[in-house]
C-alpha cells in the first residue's frame, strides 16, 4: 500500500479550505445580486423626479390655459366696444368672468363661491384659487 496517505489534520485542512472557499463564492454571489438593486433605485429616483417635473409643468399649462382665456375673453369683449375700457369705477362690470375669479381668489375666497359667482368650472375655480391664493402670500 504505497498509496497516498492523507492524515486527519491534512483532511482537516482541506474541509477548512473547501469551506472557506464556498462561503467566498456565496459573498460573491450575493454582492452581485445587490449591485443592480442599486441601480433601480437611482433609476426610480431620476423616474420620480421627471414624474415631478411632469406635473410642474402641467400645473404650469393649465396655468397658462386660463390666463389665455382669459386674454381671449378680454380681447373678444374690448374688440367690439372700444369704448367700453374698464377703468376703476366700472372695472367690476367690464372684467371676465376669470379675471373676477382671479380678484376674488386674491381677497380670499374659496373654490365654491369662485365657481358660483363667476359661473366658471369647479376645477378651474379650484385651479385660480390655487394659483392666485399662493402668488399673493410669496
Same mark, same amino acid.
Given at each position: ?43 426610480? /429616483? ?41 377703468? *376703476?369705477?366700472?372695472?367690476? /362690470? ?28 369647479? *376645477? ?15
Amino acid at each position: 500500500m504505497n498509496g497516498i496517505l492523507i492524515t486527519w489534520p491534512q483532511l482537516l485542512y482541506l474541509g477548512l479550505v473547501l469551506i472557506l472557499f464556498y462561503v467566498a463564492e456565496l459573498l460573491l454571489f450575493l454582492r452581485r445580486a445587490n449591485a443592480p438593486k442599486s441601480v433601480s433605485r437611482q433609476l426610480i /429616483n431620476q423616474l420620480e423626479t421627471a414624474q415631478a417635473d411632469i406635473t410642474g409643468l402641467r400645473q404650469e399649462l393649465e396655468l397658462l390655459k386660463v390666463r389665455l382665456a382669459a386674454a381671449q375673453a378680454q380681447q373678444s369683449y374690448l374688440l367690439p366696444h372700444p369704448e367700453k375700457v374698464p377703468s *376703476g369705477a366700472s372695472e367690476s /362690470n367690464a372684467e371676465t368672468p376669470y379675471a373676477h375669479a382671479i380678484r376674488m381668489a386674491r381677497q380670499g375666497a374659496d373654490a365654491a363661491a369662485v365657481a358660483q359667482e363667476c359661473g366658471i368650472s369647479r *376645477g378651474e375655480a379650484d385651479l385660480i384659487v390655487a394659483l392666485y391664493r399662493t402668488e399673493g402670500h410669496r
